[in-house]
């Protein structure tokens, strides 16, 4: 029969069950006297349940109070955790806040930033009490105060330059440029109070159109102003380049739109449009059509090849704030909160205005409407937000890659910036037709073949009159040497004669077409 075996020898005696509930205090409880002394629990967060264990239960019929539950143990507050700032915070330009803390924000400025409705904010499944409106009021109210007291340091009219690491900005007194991490890199004191930013790439030239009336120039390049035009037409508020030639269009205050380059103080052509106020402007990507909207709530469209006569037009509800066109030609325009959109039977037809080939309506006001390159999108700024809408067909689907290439890598890019600083063209070749720079400048040649005649005392260019040379053994008489020359202006004469009969029946074509009323641009295809 076996014997248990005894508690000294190969069993360790039995303890209670107390004590085995025990353990020893760790390290850490030494730190911690401080806690100890003031009554609260030595072991760490997961001993709670042990100690409770450890405590005599209660009886069941026992009659307690609320008071005599509540833990006498002093309540220590918790130490709120310190964010550590590694960077200060950063503003658009790079700056910390101007205002720091509350400050006090006019009303007039609070209200130009409240652009939701604050009806529309809740859903639909809760109830729209007047308790949850007040909160959502409180809320768009905190955000308007937040974007007024920032005024200064939103973009006014911003502009991306030559590089997308460089940025233009139109703000409340002068012209800034920030780099793509929002630090400012210049500050141009020259151009104040800009209203419209235009860049034209392939000169490295800013074009700023400014409260006082004046269109300046800045080569981005070097940091100069290459010229400053005044329109003398007020205020200029509606602005856009031909892509085309690099030609600047201002639309003005009584209905006209005139096109300007850095080479001429006077305008290069003056285009009465509208009979009012001129709103928006838009010269498709050929340079040949030009879409115009001005208070009289008409909408045109001009041919800009030499004639600069309407096309078409159509009367509208209202007269639209915003236009642009598409790399395919379509036109979009901005009405209240209705976007419209044209097109054309084809890329170098102008659109026809006679029904809208998409229309949508926003949830508020139109800002600003721009085509996004070689994509079918729309880009719609509006009260609300940003509206992307589809519209297939307005992209190139095939893009020059040596020209813009959006899928260009970072070293193509800096090769880019270079080949377009070797390649750029000088601000004065700016004119109506980029063509005529390959021409050959008549009037200037004749002018310089006329001084130099007059230097030298003769023309060396001129035909040296016929000499024959003379023959030996007496043949050379006098009355042989009047032969042989009256030979060859004969001769000379024939061929006169000969080339204006081959001409004559052209003439006479030419006159027997009949006149039209107004020449056409397709005249130029018929031979």
Same mark, same amino acid.
């Given at each position: 029969m076996e014997t248990a075996p005894k508690p000294g020898r190969d069993v360790p005696p039995k303890k209670d069950r107390l004590q085995t509930k025990k353990k020893k205090p760790r390290r850490y409880w030494e730190e911690e006297t401080t806690l100890t002394a003031a009554g609260a629990s030595p072991g760490p967060p997961g001993s709670?349940?042990?100690?409770?264990?450890?405590?005599?239960?209660?009886?069941?019929?026992?009659?307690?109070?609320?008071?005599?539950?509540?833990?006498?143990?002093?309540?220590?507050?918790?130490?709120?955790?310190?964010?550590?700032?590694?960077?200060?915070?950063?503003?658009?330009?790079?700056?910390?806040?101007?205002?720091?803390?509350?400050?006090?924000?006019?009303?007039?400025?609070?209200?130009?930033?409240?652009?939701?409705?604050?009806?529309?904010?809740?859903?639909?499944?809760?109830?729209?009490?007047?308790?949850?409106?007040?909160? #959502?009021?409180?809320?768009?109210?905190?955000?308007?105060?937040?974007?007024?007291?920032?005024?200064?340091?939103?973009?006014?009219?911003?502009?991306?330059?030559?590089?997308?690491?460089?940025?233009?900005?139109?703000?409340?007194?002068?012209?800034?440029?920030?780099?793509?991490?929002?630090?400012?890199?210049?500050?141009?004191?020259?151009?104040?109070?800009?209203?419209?930013?235009?860049?034209?790439?392939?000169?490295?030239?800013? #074009?700023?159109?400014?409260?006082?009336?004046?269109?300046?120039?800045?080569?981005?390049?070097?940091?100069?102003?290459?010229?400053?035009?005044?329109?003398? #037409?007020?205020?200029?508020?509606?602005?856009?380049?031909?892509?085309?030639?690099?030609?600047?269009?201002?639309?003005?205050?009584?209905?006209?739109?005139?096109?300007?380059?850095?080479?001429?103080?006077?305008?290069?052509?003056?285009?009465?449009?509208?009979?009012?106020?001129?709103?928006?402007?838009?010269?498709?990507?050929?340079?040949?059509?030009?879409?115009?909207?001005?208070?009289?709530?008409?909408?045109?469209?001009?041919?800009?090849?030499?004639?600069?006569?309407?096309?078409?037009?159509?009367?509208?509800?209202?007269?639209?704030?915003?236009?642009?066109?598409?790399?395919r030609g379509l036109l979009a325009a901005g009405m209240g909160d209705v976007v419209n959109i044209w097109a054309g039977q084809g890329k170098a037809s102008p659109p026809s205005l006679e029904q809208p080939y998409l229309t949508h309506r926003l949830s508020g006001h139109v800002h600003g409407l721009h085509f996004c390159p070689f994509e079918d999108v729309l880009g719609v700024g509006h009260n609300g937000g940003i509206t992307s809408m589809l519209v297939p067909g307005a992209a190139e689907p095939n893009f020059d890659g040596l020209e813009s290439n959006p899928y260009r890598s970072q070293k193509q890019r800096q090769e880019w910036e270079v080949k377009a600083l070797l390649e750029k063209v000088p601000a004065e070749l700016i004119c109506l037709d980029p063509r005529a720079l390959a021409e050959v400048d008549v009037i200037s040649l004749e002018q310089e073949k006329k001084e130099r005649i007059e230097r030298l005392g003769y023309d060396p260019e001129a035909k040296a009159p016929f000499q024959p040379k003379p023959k030996q053994k007496g043949r050379s008489s006098t009355a042989s040497l009047v032969k042989r020359k009256r030979k060859v202006m004969d001769e000379e004469h024939r061929d006169k004669v000969r080339q204006s009969l081959e001409q004559q029946p052209q003439k006479k074509e030419k006159a027997a077409k009949p006149l039209r009323a107004r020449p056409s641009a397709l005249d130029r295809f018929v031979r």
């Open positions: 709670k349940k042990r100690n409770r264990e450890l405590r005599p239960e209660r009886p069941k019929n026992a009659n307690i109070t609320k008071k005599s539950r509540i833990s006498r143990k002093p309540h220590l507050p918790k130490k709120p955790r310190e964010r550590r700032n590694l960077e200060p915070q950063r503003s658009v330009s790079g700056a910390q806040d101007p205002f720091p803390g509350p400050a006090p924000v006019p009303v007039e400025v609070a209200r130009k930033f409240r652009r939701i409705d604050k009806s529309k904010k809740l859903p639909h499944s809760k109830s729209k009490t007047r308790s949850r409106l007040e909160v #959502a009021e409180a809320e768009e109210e905190e955000i308007s105060i937040k974007a007024a007291r920032s005024e200064l340091l939103l973009a006014e009219e911003p502009g991306f330059l030559h590089s997308e690491a460089l940025l233009a900005v139109a703000q409340n007194r002068w012209l800034h440029i920030y780099d793509n991490q929002g630090i400012e890199l210049h500050c141009i004191r020259r151009c104040d109070r800009v209203t419209r930013l235009e860049f034209l790439p392939f000169h490295f030239l800013l #074009a700023t159109a400014s409260e006082t009336g004046f269109l300046t120039y800045l080569d981005v390049s070097v940091g100069k102003i290459v010229a400053a035009l005044n329109a003398r #037409a007020g205020r200029l508020d509606v602005m856009t380049k031909n892509p085309y030639n690099a030609v600047i269009h201002l639309g003005h205050s009584n209905g006209i739109v005139s096109l300007w380059s850095p080479a001429m103080k006077e305008p290069l052509a003056k285009i009465l449009c509208h009979r009012g106020g001129v709103r928006a402007v838009a010269v498709d990507s050929t340079g040949t059509y030009m879409a115009t909207s001005g208070l009289d709530h008409q909408l045109k469209i001009f041919d800009l090849r030499g004639t600069f006569q309407p096309l078409s037009a159509r009367t509208l509800p209202q007269g639209a704030g915003h236009l642009a066109f598409s790399q």
